[in-house]
């Protein structure tokens, strides 16, 4: 292998460790505590507050759902859901579409990875954008 081809992989392959660990933390920022009453969505179209983003939940419909690392069915598939299995969901976000629905949920149930909302039925309130 050339010099050239181990310095673009070296390159990328610090890239995506700094990423991993660049957005647990920025995530982590936006779950003060009890010292913040108030969130105000970043979707101007949904003009909710909520007060606890861990509250977001969804039950998974499909027989079985790859979890990806990224909104897409070309992501790494992270690991597997269940029909039936509760989910915490942190935010939603468009990404590719999956049987006419567009919207992805980031779960974070001891990873991080998405799931198309196509398959994860909103229990309660639907999450908001990240």
């Known amino acids: ?5 181990r310095f673009s992989i070296a390159v990328t392959a610090g890239a995506l460790a700094v990423s991993a ?6 995530v982590a920022d936006d779950w003060d505590g009890p010292a913040s009453t108030s969130h105000q969505s970043q979707n101007p179209n949904q003009g909710q507050n909520h007060t606890d983003q861990r509250l977001y939940r969804g039950v ?4 079985s759902l790859a979890l990806r690392s990224a909104p897409n069915r070309g992501g ?7 029909r039936g299995e509760v989910v915490s969901i942190f935010c939603k976000t468009n990404g590719q579409n999956v049987q006419g629905n567009r919207q992805w949920y980031l779960l974070t149930d001891g990873t991080w990875a998405w799931g198309s909302a196509r398959y994860i039925r909103d229990l309660g309130t639907s999450p908001r954008w990240c």
């Open 1 to 5: 292998m050339s010099l050239r081809s």
């Open 21 to 26: 660990l660049a957005v647990p933390a920025a």
């Open 60 to 63: 998974v419909t499909a027989s």
């Open 76 to 82: 790494q598939i992270i690991r597997w859901a269940e």
